[in-house]
């Protein structure tokens, strides 16, 4: 929408200017209310990485279709580990979080999110060529296993170690999945459980393989604080365009094209 649109949006919708301008962090000390600031957590290919240097990946091409769509701009992206994404946001670091989140209860008591827009099961990743192959969750008994803090993979292990499948010194967490990925292709453990779509980036690139896939439908969406509404709705407004003018595809094709 478009200045004018969006003053006849407030209007119409009988939001204060004033309110609607609030909620954003205005970094940068440009003066413009409606620059929002983004959060990332870069290791999490083919979602959100670094090549050269530069921040990459299909989260990064996605907010910033979705807010070009918007009267907002984006103005920079802030990098941190997974973990601190939601105490960045809700001290007003970022305005928004485009990290491959998954909507959650617990998340959703903190923070808020946009529409869905990624769907994604987790899945468990062994060394290439080695003696473990695991089927089934309960085949992580007695083996070493690694997740990023904080992340829905992780949640899968504190399952398994509540239900009494595995042992708590056996978990190991790291700041990053590629850390973690690392360990696992270094022997010092066995198992990482992580996102499907990140699972098969990481076995096209490096000696390891997808051995099962544990059925969650997450969906993803983009992290917002509970008192933006209008940073929200834009968000979802911008998120149908890309979906409806085929951007959303074409930056499908473009980081997934490889695997599907
Ligand atoms: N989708 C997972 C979660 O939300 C992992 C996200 C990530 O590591 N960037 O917990």
């Keep these: 929408m ?5 003053r006849t949006f ?22 413009d209310e409606m620059t929002i600031v983004a959060g990332t957590a870069p290791g999490f290919p083919p979602f959100e990485m670094k090549e050269g240097g530069e921040l990459v990946g299909f989260d990064v091409d996605l907010l910033e279709a979705v807010v070009a769509e918007t009267d907002y701009t984006l103005e920079t992206w802030s990098e941190f580990e997974f973990s601190s994404l ?5 001290s007003d670091k970022i305005d928004v ?28 990743l062994v060394r290439e060529g080695g003696d473990f192959s695991p089927s089934e969750l309960s085949d992580l008994s007695g083996h070493k296993v690694g997740a990023q803090e904080g992340t829905t993979g992780a949640d899968q292990v504190k399952k398994l170690i509540e239900d009494g499948t595995m042992e ?3 978990f190991n967490t790291y700041g990053s999945y590629v850390l973690a990925v690392e360990d696992l292709q270094n022997g010092n453990i066995d198992a990482v459980v992580l996102d499907k779509p990140v699972a098969e980036t990481f076995a096209a690139d490096r000696p390891v393989n997808v ?21 929200q709705q834009a968000l979802n407004s911008g ?21 599907n």
Aim: proline content about 2%.
């Design 97 to 124: 979080i485009a990290a491959a989140m998954t909507i959650n209860d617990e998340r959703d008591q903190t923070i808020d999110f946009s529409n869905p827009y990624y769907s994604a099961d987790q899945s468990v």
């Design 168 to 170: 708590e010194s056996n």
């Design 86 to 90: 939601i105490p960045a946001l809700t």
């Design 10 to 31: 407030l209007k119409t919708t009988g939001a204060a200017a004033t309110v609607s301008l609030a909620g954003c962090a205005g970094l940068g000390g440009g003066g």
């Design 239 to 259: 998120l149908s365009t890309v979906k409806e003018n085929g951007t959303y595809e074409d930056l499908v094709n473009k980081w997934f094209g490889a695997q």
């Design 2 to 6: 478009d200045g004018t649109n969006r």
């Design 211 to 231: 051995a099962f896939v544990v059925t969650t439908n997450e969906n993803y969406g983009f992290g917002i604080r509970t008192d933006d509404d209008d940073l």
